[in-house]
């Protein structure tokens, strides 16, 4: 009795990770999403449009990315979902997306050829 008892109580366990959803996309495929998406919504944001004007722009663009990263919009979903329920990826995630956009802005705020801050005369700074 006590061996049945035993083993019914073995197979109840949870396993200790959960096996992640097939296809997943990858962290560093999602990132670039994330990034893409972020600088769209901020871009949306400046037109200045009205709000249900706004959302249905976004949503357009939004559908665009994954559109040209051939990602389903199901597939984003059940990825997001996947990292943000195991917060270091998630973290190591957003770092990825922090990063590609302070890139990007110190790109614009240097283009290649212009003359750097500590090159431009005192009355230009």
């Not at 006590?2 to 109840?12: G, N, P």
């Not at 990770?17 to 972020?38: F, N, R, S």
């Not at 979902?81 to 957003?94: A, G, M, P, V």
Request: one cysteine or more; proline letters at 9%.
């Amino acid at each position: 009795m006590l061996l049945l008892l035993t083993l019914l109580l073995a197979q109840c366990q949870r396993p200790e990770e959960a096996q992640p959803p097939q296809p997943l996309l990858p962290k560093e495929k999602l990132a670039g999403l994330l990034a893409e998406m972020h600088l769209t919504e901020s871009r949306v944001e400046a037109t200045a449009l009205p709000p249900d004007s706004a959302r249905a722009l976004y949503i357009q663009l939004h559908k665009n990315i994954l559109w040209r990263h051939d990602v389903t919009d199901s597939l984003f979903v059940r990825s997001y979902r996947y990292y943000s329920i195991h917060d270091k990826d998630l973290d190591e995630i957003y770092a990825a997306v922090i990063d590609s956009l302070a890139i990007r802005q110190q790109r614009l705020s240097n283009p290649p050829g212009a003359p750097k801050k500590e090159e431009l005369p005192n009355w230009e700074k």
